[in-house]
């Protein structure tokens, strides 16, 4: 059974840091495209960054585009959300999804097979 693990959420203040984190298991999904979405309360769930299994190749929506920094470790089997400069807007339950058969970044969260159970980050107003 495919299982995707979330860790790393909790509470920060505006302008701080966090790292999430997604391990997978049952499977390995070094070439797997490894993606974050994000749902706030009475929102839609929205793009936040997603990673190629070749790591050179990420894409980050734009309102996170230079504070978060997606990366992979495939020895792990783990892939990171890092999260600088928090602000209250961040607020929201943070998905990962996978999926092996992408052969590009979509943010699309359809096209994604697997998901996590998610994680909440709070950052108070």
């Known amino acids: 059974q495919v299982q995707l693990v979330e860790s790393g959420g909790g509470l920060v203040q505006a302008g701080g840091s966090l790292t999430l984190s997604c391990t997978a298991s049952g499977r390995t999904f070094s070439r797997d495209a490894v993606a974050w979405f994000r749902q706030a309360p009475g929102k839609e769930r929205e793009f936040v960054a997603a990673i190629m299994w070749y790591a050179e190749n990420s894409a980050y929506a734009d309102s996170v585009k230079g504070r978060f920094t997606i990366s992979r470790d495939n020895a792990k089997n783990t892939v990171y959300l890092q999260m600088h400069s928090l602000k209250p807007e961040d607020k929201a339950v943070y998905y990962c999804?996978?999926?092996?058969?992408?052969?590009?970044?979509?943010?699309?969260?359809?096209?994604?097979?697997?998901w996590g159970q998610g994680t909440q980050v709070t950052v108070p107003s």
């Open positions: 999804a996978s999926d092996p058969q992408l052969t590009r970044i979509t943010m699309r969260s359809p096209s994604y097979k697997y």
